[in-house]
């Protein structure tokens, strides 16, 4: 039995992204990191491998830069890892994203749980991973903040979510897509011998033909990336005898702006 989870090498939050004159994205020579989001699943994968004596896994999709959060999560702990690329693949397209996901899912076999971050912070999405459990055909269980209980006996998972007004605990069927919050757990570093291991990995990439699977036609096209006008800003400082002269000089020109 598998249990799998998806990865992302992704540019740092603290980052500053530009577009050049051609209207290509960079970031210029930082480097990247693991998707954030994808700690915590990485994490509680391993957990559950570990608890339910299965095998886990870790997917990327997308060219040779994603190697990087592949290896980081063969050091983390992950036992096996994969690529999935395909000449002439939009990333941006989740729909392409989800069917080449779900396919590999399947060539895995005997997989019962997948385990997504919340969303990529790159794309500020998480519809791939719904797109996948719809792929699969299987019970998506997003916003979980605790896995409370699995019994593979009776192919059930229970789970604690996170609402906005307060939690939900839900018992659902297996296999599911998961999509797991910060706070799951505390993902853990990469131990020196972890590393060493992780950098000699040879990673598979598998095509579409690989997973007996052809793209979809494109659902989305993405136009241009442009960075956004420069913003004139003017600061002022306001004088008074006292806070609260100041602070009703603020409200009259907040109110002059229409802000307030």
């Not at 603290?14 to 700690?39: L, Q, R």
């Not at 957990?47 to 997308?62: D, F, P, Y």
């Not at 999405?125 to 593979?152: E, P």
């Not at 793209?215 to 420069?230: D, E, G």
Request: hydrophobic content about 45%.
């Amino acid at each position: 039995m598998r249990i799998v989870t998806f990865t992302r090498s992704t540019p740092d939050t603290a980052t500053k992204v530009e577009v050049d004159a051609k209207g290509h994205v960079g970031w210029g020579d930082v480097a990247t990191v693991v998707n954030p989001w994808d700690e915590y699943s990485l994490e509680e994968t391993i957990r559950q491998a570990e608890a339910n004596k299965a095998t886990s896994a870790v997917l990327a999709i997308g060219p040779d830069m994603h190697n990087e959060a592949l290896k980081h999560s063969l050091a983390m702990g992950l036992q096996e890892a994969y690529r999935i690329w395909q000449d002439g693949l939009d990333v941006s397209d989740s729909l392409a994203w989800a069917t080449l996901a779900a396919a590999a899912v399947h060539k895995l076999g005997d997989v019962r749980m997948v385990i997504f971050g919340k969303e990529s912070v790159d794309t500020a999405s998480d519809q791939h991973a719904y797109q996948t459990a719809r792929k699969l055909g299987w019970t998506m269980l997003s916003y979980v903040s605790k896995i409370l209980a699995v019994d593979l006996a009776a192919g059930t998972i229970k789970v604690e979510k996170l609402l906005e007004e307060g939690k939900q605990v839900i018992t659902a069927k297996l296999p599911a897509v998961l999509t797991v919050m910060k706070g799951i757990n505390e993902p853990r570093y990469p131990n020196f011998m972890g590393i060493r291991k992780a950098s000699k990995a040879v990673i598979p990439v598998w095509s579409a033909a690989d997973l007996g699977v052809s793209l979809p036609p494109a659902s989305t096209q993405v136009v241009a990336f442009m960075n956004p006008p420069a913003r004139q800003v003017i600061t002022e400082i306001i004088d008074g005898a006292n806070a609260q002269e100041k602070a009703a000089k603020l409200v009259e020109k907040l109110l002059e702006a229409k802000v307030l």
